[in-house]
């Protein structure tokens, strides 16, 4: 792409960047399925089966995440329920999952999943109607969240619900939601979800051929998730969503419509955290109305913060370093989990508003960075140069 | 002394009729009747409370009035529109406290301002062409900013920041511009600068200012309006609104 006319500004897409992205895709795209298929499995270097399925489930998250940073980072928009676009999405996939099943369920009902001959199901419910094909399915994923959080947004944002008031209703909406289908009388599964899948697009869901495909998968999802919040966020649309962050008001005198932009950005993130939650479901084998639950929702605020919002790869290397460190402190050692979580988000919130990624760019070695639009710093940082 | 007065070709600009708003029972406005002609600068003053804020809020859109009317241009009914649209008719504001970007640019600031599609999907895929861009740099240059195009808005002095809000309403082209207090805070020379600059924008463009500072209101010799308890009170000169007697009883005298 050419130079922008900018002053005082790198083009956002020069070679630095690029090198910088494809290295990092070639890294978790490659090395891994190398590691994985290639390194005889007694070598230090080998990457075990089980860990590929994990690492592609960090890699989901960090999807979500970018897809709040896109909403929170950029245009101040805390939403607390992201995690119900991510379920939405992975209800869409675990349905195209059930059908799949046929006749190798417990019952062997190829025109009923398991869950609805148990319950007394006569004839498959409309709303799964369709979900037998991979297309419709992958439409649903990204239309049900999108559709979701149009209307949602739409209703919120037109009556100028902003701050703690839209973190508020967002967790009102998700909990809403954990309530709704825990209900058997749903026709998703109540309780126990969607789970026992068999095939994805004819492969065997259990064979390591399987979860490697899904997890590089999953790698080009990040990458074209991150391209396209790049994209949002380098270009005027993003300076006028900086803008409303700070001065919401204001953007308005100037003719811009705020309502749209958020909502636009609002529907955006909400698709990417739909196709998130469609590529987590098949690599942990199950969803259910858990992942609906108000504290996941939460978490992801978390990481985006220990990592750094309102930078995108911060985002990123935050829900997969919270990740890790849930996955290992989890076994180690369960009960200090929840304090370990809560100090890390009190201690960046105190010490390090600006995250990990923010903290870096403040090194005194590093170069000096131009001062927006892609270092969009949190409004506490101005506050405190002025 | 009334040159600017005098100069208004007489077609109604702005025009409020009768317009009431209350909040929780307090009259903010009270059938508050106003009447602006195209290339006027006309000033508004009165004590605090007198509802000078409420009647830019509801020429600006961001309050709906409880009666009355508000006609932009004679036929553009201003309370059946929200803020972004009357900005695009040609309304523009600079608020009390100066509020620019403070995580954007100077340049960015400027940008933002530039008369050009407002539509979302358009500022997705907008390119800063030659043209804005040298817009964009004489503005720099006409509000003093030049230097400190890179610089983060929020590290600006307070004197330019208030520059910059005017150099983004005169980036616009704006036909009427509103300024609330746009003194606020300034050293005197600054204060002489602006006085100069809104004298000079009024050639091409309409101008209410509302201000506290008497001292500015005479250096800019335009038509006073005096508002009381949210109606007016007199209207004139800048002599006849100081010699006027209720004038001198609620705000002058005091």
Redesign the interface.
């Known amino acids: 792409m050419e130079t922008l006319s900018y002053p005082h500004q790198r083009n956002p897409w020069n070679a630095r960047f690029w090198t910088g992205f494809v290295l990092s895709g070639l890294v978790l795209g490659l090395l891994v399925p190398l590691l994985n298929r290639w390194v005889a499995p007694d070598s230090p270097f080998a990457v075990p089966d089980y860990l590929v399925p994990l690492l592609g489930k960090y890699l989901c998250y960090a999807i979500l995440a970018l897809s709040l940073d896109l909403v929170w980072g950029y245009a101040g928009i805390l939403s607390l329920g992201h995690g119900a676009f991510f379920a939405l999405g992975g209800y869409c996939m675990g349905m195209y999952l059930m059908r799949q099943i046929g006749t190798r369920g417990v019952y062997g009902n190829a025109g009923l999943p398991d869950f609805m001959v148990f319950l007394q199901y006569k004839e498959l419910p409309w709303f799964w109607w369709g979900f037998d094909h991979f297309a419709y399915a992958a439409a649903m994923v990204m239309l049900v969240p999108g559709v979701f959080a149009f209307v949602f947004g739409w209703l919120a944002f037109r009556s100028r619900v902003t701050g703690v008031y839209l973190s508020i209703i967002t967790q009102a909406m998700t909990y809403a939601l954990w309530l709704a289908f825990f209900r058997n009388d749903m026709g998703f599964g109540g309780n126990n979800g969607l789970t026992d899948y068999k095939d994805i697009l004819g492969w065997d869901v259990h064979l390591s051929e399987t979860r490697l495909g899904l997890y590089v998968a999953t790698v080009v999802g990040l990458g074209a998730a991150y391209l396209l919040c790049r994209f949002i966020t380098v270009s005027k649309l993003g300076r006028v969503l900086l803008a409303l962050r700070d001065a919401e008001s204001r953007v308005r005198f100037l003719g811009y419509s705020t309502t749209r932009a958020k909502l636009f950005v609002f529907t955006i993130s909400a698709v990417l955290a739909g196709i998130a939650g469609a590529l987590y479901v098949p690599q942990v084998g199950i969803i259910n109305p858990s992942e609906f639950s108000p504290g996941n929702s939460i978490e992801v605020a978390i990481w985006v913060s220990v990592g750094g919002r309102g930078t995108l790869i911060g985002a990123a290397i935050g829900a997969v370093l919270v990740n890790l460190a849930k996955t290992w402190l989890t076994g180690a050692v369960p009960e200090i989990w929840l304090f370990f979580l809560g100090g890390l988000f009190v201690l960046t919130t105190l010490v390090f508003p600006r995250g990990i990624v923010g903290m870096f760019r403040q090194l005194p070695w590093q170069r000096p960075r131009r001062a927006s639009s892609l270092a969009a710093e949190p409004p506490v940082a101005a506050e405190k140069q002025t | 002394m009334n040159a600017a007065a005098a100069r208004p070709t007489g077609d109604v600009l702005l025009y409020l009729n009768g317009v009431t708003v209350s909040f929780d029972g307090f009259k903010a406005l009270n059938d508050l009747s106003l009447v602006v002609e195209e290339g006027e600068l006309r000033t508004i003053i009165g004590p605090n409370g007198a509802g000078k804020t409420t009647m830019m809020d509801v020429v600006?859109g961001?309050t709906r009035p409880d009666s009355g009317e508000v006609f932009f241009r004679g036929n553009e009914d201003l309370t059946r529109l929200?803020?972004?649209d009357i900005?695009?008719l040609g309304i523009?504001?600079k608020?009390q406290r100066p509020?620019?970007?403070?995580?954007?640019?100077v340049?960015?600031n400027l940008?933002?301002?530039l008369a050009d599609s407002?539509?979302?999907?358009r500022?997705?895929?907008?390119?800063?062409t030659?043209d804005q861009?040298e817009r964009i740099e004489a503005t720099l240059s006409r509000i003093g900013l030049a230097g400190d195009?890179?610089?983060?808005a929020?590290?600006l002095s307070h004197g330019q920041k208030q520059w910059l809000e005017i150099g983004?309403l005169l980036i616009?082209d704006r036909q009427l511009l509103l300024l609330d207090e746009p003194v606020a805070g300034m050293t005197d020379r600054e204060t002489e600068e602006t006085a100069a600059l809104i004298l000079d924008l009024v050639r091409d463009r309409t101008i209410i200012v509302v201000e506290h500072d008497m001292a500015f209101v005479r250096s800019l010799g335009a038509k006073v309006t005096v508002l009381h308890e949210g109606s007016v009170l007199a209207e004139g000169s800048v002599e006849h609104v100081q010699n006027h007697p209720r004038v001198i009883e609620v705000y002058l005298g005091r």
């Open positions: 600006t961001k929200d803020e972004a900005a695009n523009g504001r608020f509020t620019v970007f403070e995580n954007l640019t340049f960015e940008e933002l301002a407002r539509g979302t999907w500022t997705l895929f907008a390119r800063l030659s861009r195009s890179g610089k983060p929020g590290l983004m616009h």
